[in-house]
């Protein structure tokens, strides 16, 4: 099983930014996805859901109205479209997949975020 997380950087603050996550090993179609982030010292943070068919998203009121979360289950690939960037959303964001029916999470590797000017 391997989700590997790419698109982050170095971005302006009131920039942009798409990360993307490639799934592997496993039936993508099934899983509920996520995108974490974890900043230096806070706790993870839960920043977007989809569902399994990508009919359902759901969002915390710091990124809502400025991120969205997609999916292409034909690719296996889940994104996370970040617009009018702060510099509080710098941290490192992680992509989940979980299976709640039966108890299983899966991460990914992480994809550091910094919006600095």
């Known amino acids: 099983v391997q989700l590997v997380e790419s698109g982050g950087g170095l971005v302006q603050p009131g920039g942009s930014l798409r990360l993307s996550c490639a799934a592997s090993g496993f039936t993508f179609s099934w899983y509920d996805m996520r995108w974490y982030r974890q900043a230096p010292g806070k706790e993870r943070e839960l920043v977007a859901v989809i569902s399994s068919a990508g009919g359902a998203t759901n969002y915390p009121d710091s990124v809502k109205g400025r991120f969205t979360i997609s999916r292409d289950n034909a690719k296996n690939t889940v994104y996370l479209q970040m617009m009018s960037l702060k510099p509080e959303d710098t941290a490192v964001y992680y992509c989940?997949?979980?299976?709640?029916?039966?108890?299983?999470?899966?991460w990914g590797q992480g994809t550091q975020v910094t919006v600095s000017s």
């Open positions: 989940n997949a979980r299976r709640a029916t039966i108890g299983v999470d899966y």
